[in-house]
T-cell receptor, first 112, second 112 residues
């Protein structure tokens, strides 16, 4: 089944404890993105990758890192999480820049 | 200033009562307009891409249309399973790293 898989689905952590949210797609898509979704603010892009080793900042990149060492994987790293990073996170991939995204099921992160 | 505005924010319909959701945009150089459906606690699901004014696309009870300033998602004879939040996104220069800007969505409830 073609899909984007994120892990974990739910995560509660403490301020300052480094964490990684994994994302993997099995569709051989070149384009991948990370978004966060907050009530009243909608979906906001964190980072974007057009291909292996090519990444670009989105609208809200502060406090996040990404890497794209392989085409299928695009992990999101929070090196020192803070409570304002409590949110619902989505990874997405697409075949082309003008094609629709396939989204993962989401990771609900709570930072206390 | 929002580049993408969806209206209404919420809409409650009776089963079988047709209606339309609106997505108005102020970007120039539109490359594409995307519609997604999002169920609670899940990732957005891609529905349509529209590329130029006058274009229309249909899927089951949904029909998307595009003009130079807005897009409509028409829902004909909706069923309770059509209840979801519908998101539109526009792709244009000056958007996110991938050119995409999402609206905040219309929360649609279809009552039996």
């Amino acid at each position: 089944e073609a899909q984007v898989t994120q892990n974990p689905r739910y995560l509660i952590t403490v301020t300052g404890k480094k964490l990684t949210v994994t994302c993997s797609q099995n569709m051989n898509h070149e384009y991948m993105s990370w978004y966060r979704q907050d009530p009243g603010l909608g979906l906001r892009q964190i980072y974007y990758s057009m291909n292996v080793e090519v990444t670009d900042k989105g609208d809200v990149p502060e406090g996040y890192k990404v890497s794209r060492k392989e085409k299928r994987n695009f992990p999101l790293i929070l090196e020192s999480p803070s409570p304002n990073q409590t949110s619902l996170y989505f990874c997405a991939s697409s075949l082309g820049q003008r094609k629709g995204y396939t989204f993962g099921s989401g990771t609900r992160l709570t930072v206390v | 200033e929002d580049q993408v505005t969806q209206s209404p924010e919420a809409l409650r319909l009776q089963e079988g009562e047709s209606s339309s959701l609106n997505c108005s945009y102020t970007v120039s150089g539109l490359r594409g307009l995307f519609w997604y459906r999002q169920d609670p606690g899940k990732g957005p699901e891609f529905l349509f891409t529209l590329y130029s004014a006058g274009e229309e696309k249909e899927k089951e009870r949904l029909k998307a249309t595009l003009t130079k300033k807005e897009s409509f998602l028409h829902i004909t004879a909706p069923k309770p399973e059509d209840s979801a939040t519908y998101l539109c996104a526009v792709q244009a220069p000056g958007g996110g790293a991938d050119g995409l800007t999402f609206g905040k969505g219309t929360h649609l409830i279809i009552q039996p």
